[in-house]
Every structure is written in C-alpha cells, then in structure tokens.
C-alpha cells in the first residue's frame, strides 16, 4: 500500500484551510461552517494523498472514477457549506464568478466539463501527463463548486436568480444526466474506452478491465445519486416543513361545496 506525497496538494490544502479559518474569525462565523469547510479539505485530501491515488492512476479505473466523484460531487457542496452569504457575496466579487454560478452557466459549464474529461483522449492525457492531471483535478473541484452554488442555501442566497425549491428540485434532476451519459455506457460496453487500463497490472485476476469498467460505471452513478439524492430529500422536507401550518394556526378558509 502506497502513501502519496504531493507537496502541492498539503500546501494547498493546509493553505486553504488557514486561509478559511482567519476568515471565519474575522466575521464571526458560525462554528459549523470551519466544521464543513474541513471536511471539504478532508475530502479533497483523502482522495489525492491516500493510496486511492496510485490505486486509480495505475490500476483499477473504479478507484480512479471514486476519486473523481470525492472530489466533483462530495467535496464541493462541503466547502459551499463552510461559507456565509456575507463570505459568498465578497467571493463574487471575483470578476466573471458571479456570471458562471448562475444556474444555467453553472449547470452548463458542470456538464461540460464532465463530458470533456471523460472523453477517451482526455481521460488517457490526464492519466498519462502530470500537468493535465493536476488540471482535470482542479477543474473537477471547480465546477462541482459552480454547480453546487445555486443549492447551497448561503451561496444561493448571493445568486441573481434565486431558485424556488421545486426548481431545485429540476436543476438537480438535470444534474444527474451528465453523469448518466459517462456512467451507462461504461456499466453496459464490452469495450474498454480507455487504453490505459486494458495494459494495467491486474490486482485481482477476477476484476478484468471490462468488470472494472461496469464497476466504475456503478459507482459513478451510486455516488452522483446518493449524494444529490440526499440533497433533494432536503430540499423536500424544508418545503414541506415551510408549507405545513404550525399549531394553533387557523387553516386557510374552504369554499363551501356547491350543492
């Protein structure tokens, strides 16, 4: 078992999280939101110094496909988590980052970049050349964090258009088809798109490249699907919450039927 070391990804990750915790001092933050913001980091750090690393680049494409969703699906709506209106109101000031977290930009941008990099030549580039690697990584994060911004109730709170809980509800189902375009043909082709893992050391012979393939494939859809599924169950029960009268409040009046 392989311990990675990048001294890129612990800079980054201890630098982001020194960088959140003077900022959450300086505006009085909430303690949960350095609690959700750690987690993110966790995340972030699990999935790229841990051996699911050598493990996904060298040998199995379901250990890569699981480090690609820690850090596209699981880390980002953690990090949103760990910020304020006021905190997302001073990110937007970034110019072009109030624009692209809009729902449709957000969405759109997401699902690009999904597709793109799960594309047989841009998945084989990363897979083989360090610096697109590292940018597939970044971009992963990226527009998991675009497309995650709109259902966050602290950064959605920031957005131009606001979305009603029903329309949520739509953005997350539209969210769910870019991965379901990567995830069903690899859980369903006999053939292996990406070359790197028809050639990789076997760790179990019983796991053959085209198992592998369907396994990622599975995973790719579980993870995406408990995640916002998760997400979309929250969204329900505040909606339903908000709708429910509270006790002792009188019910809206009836028309009387008609006889």
């Known amino acids: 078992m392989v311990w990675p070391f990048d001294a890129t990804v612990v800079v980054g990750v201890l630098g982001l999280g020194a960088a959140h915790a003077l900022w959450v001092r300086r505006v009085r933050a909430?303690?949960?939101?350095?609690?959700y913001f750690a987690a993110g980091l966790l995340v972030i750090w699990g999935a790229l110094e841990t051996p699911l690393d050598p493990l996904g680049d060298h040998?199995?494409?379901?250990?890569?496909?699981?480090?690609?969703?820690?850090?596209?699906?699981?880390?980002?709506?953690?990090?949103l988590l760990g910020l304020t209106p006021s905190m997302a109101s001073a990110l937007l000031r970034v110019p072009g980052l109030?624009?692209?977290?809009?729902?449709?930009?957000?969405?759109?941008?997401?699902?690009?970049?999904?597709?793109?990099w799960h594309i047989p030549f841009a998945y084989d580039l990363a897979l083989t050349t360090e610096p697109a690697h590292v940018?597939?990584?970044?971009?992963?994060?990226?527009?998991?964090?675009?497309?995650?911004?709109?259902?966050?109730?602290?950064?959605?709170?920031?957005?131009?258009?606001?979305l009603t809980d029903g329309q949520?509800?739509?953005?997350?189902?539209?969210?769910?088809l870019p991965m379901m375009a990567v995830a069903l043909p690899?859980?369903?082709?006999?053939?292996?798109?990406?070359?790197?893992y028809v050639s990789a050391p076997r760790i179990f012979a019983t796991i053959t490249p085209?198992?592998?393939?369907?396994?990622?494939?599975?995973?790719?859809?579980?993870?995406?699907?408990?995640?916002?599924?998760?997400?979309?169950?929250?969204?329900?029960?505040?909606?339903?919450?908000?709708?429910?009268?509270?006790?002792?409040?009188?019910?809206?009046?009836?028309?009387a039927p008609e006889r």
Not at 135 to 154: K, M, N, Q, R, T
Not at 186 to 196: E, K
């Open 168 to 176: 949520k509800l739509v953005y997350i189902f539209i969210g769910t």
């Open 210 to 255: 085209v198992i592998d393939q369907t396994i990622a494939g599975a995973l790719m859809m579980a993870m995406d699907m408990a995640v916002l599924g998760l997400d979309g169950l929250i969204i329900l029960y505040r909606w339903f919450e908000r709708e429910e009268p509270e006790v002792g409040e009188p019910l809206p009046d009836r028309p």
């Open 59 to 79: 040998y199995l494409q379901s250990a890569h496909m699981v480090q690609h969703m820690l850090l596209v699906a699981f880390a980002p709506p953690l990090l």
């Open 98 to 116: 109030r624009a692209a977290t809009g729902p449709v930009a957000g969405q759109s941008i997401y699902a690009a970049g999904i597709l793109f």
């Open 135 to 162: 940018l597939e990584h970044l971009i992963f994060i990226g527009i998991g964090v675009l497309f995650w911004w709109p259902l966050i109730a602290a950064t959605s709170a920031t957005s131009r258009w606001r």
């Open 30 to 35: 909430p303690r949960r939101c350095s609690l």
């Open 186 to 196: 690899l859980q369903f082709s006999r053939t292996v798109f990406y070359a790197n």
